[in-house]
């Protein structure tokens, strides 16, 4: 739970205050399955007097373990967040019904964060852009040796019949 109590900020027109954090997974209630996380979440954003509302402006580093979707080989990917969300005091009419809120001067920017970095790990890991994958047929890392395989698809039926054929 990252809790900001943003009294002094509400007071000054322009206010606005800089924040840097160290978080761990658990700080953002963030379990394994949810992503592999291999070190502290950096967070780096600022809060602001936007009038009625709160506005948080920032980012977050960190990195994810994965495995490539084509060679298989773990990857660990540094990764970057942005956040850009506006809290309003809590009671405020007509939100709609994702809408951050605040009360008692106090803005838990946990939620905000933990969506952002969900939202901005990849469903599908790469080794490289152009990863060349495994071979279906032998299973040599193409990255690291080209084999000569025929990697054509051959239907199993077609093969029997084709082994018939020949006899
Ligand atoms: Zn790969
Ligand atoms: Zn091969």
Same mark, same amino acid.
């Given at each position: 739970?990252?809790?900001?109590?943003?009294?002094?900020?509400?007071?000054?027109?322009?206010?606005?205050?800089s924040?840097?954090?160290?978080?761990?997974?658990?700080?953002?209630?963030l379990?394994?399955?949810?992503a592999?996380?291999?070190?502290?979440?950096?967070?780096?954003?600022?809060?602001?007097?936007?009038g009625?509302?709160?506005?948080?402006?920032?980012?977050?580093h960190?990195?994810? *373990? #994965?495995? =490539?979707?084509? !060679?298989?080989? /773990?990857?660990? &990917? +540094?990764?970057?967040?942005?956040?850009?969300?506006?809290y309003?005091?809590?009671?405020?009419?007509?939100?709609?019904?994702?809408?951050?809120?605040?009360?008692?001067?106090?803005?838990?920017?946990?939620?905000?964060?933990?969506?952002?970095?969900?939202?901005?790990?990849?469903?599908?890991?790469?080794?490289?852009?152009?990863? *060349? #994958?495994? =071979?279906?047929? !032998?299973?040599? /890392?193409?990255? &690291? +040796?080209?084999?000569?395989?025929?990697?054509?698809?051959?239907?199993?039926?077609?093969?029997?019949?084709?082994?018939?054929?020949?006899?």
């Amino acid at each position: 739970m990252i809790k900001i109590n943003v009294a002094e900020i509400k007071k000054q027109l322009i206010g606005s205050t800089s924040y840097h954090y160290d978080l761990s997974p658990a700080d953002l209630d963030l379990s394994r399955e949810d992503a592999d996380l291999t070190g502290p979440i950096s967070a780096d954003f600022t809060l602001s007097n936007g009038g009625d509302l709160i506005l948080l402006k920032g980012e977050l580093h960190f990195s994810v *373990k #994965g495995q =490539c979707a084509r !060679c298989l080989k /773990d990857v660990t &990917v +540094a990764l970057e967040a942005p956040l850009d969300e506006r809290y309003y005091p809590e009671g405020t009419e007509n939100l709609e019904e994702d809408a951050f809120t605040y009360k008692y001067d106090v803005v838990d920017v946990t939620d905000a964060l933990r969506e952002s970095l969900l939202l901005s790990v990849p469903a599908r890991f790469l080794c490289k852009p152009d990863c *060349k #994958g495994i =071979c279906p047929v !032998c299973g040599a /890392d193409r990255n &690291v +040796a080209p084999c000569h395989c025929d990697t054509r698809t051959i239907d199993p039926r077609l093969q029997a019949l084709e082994a018939l054929l020949e006899k």
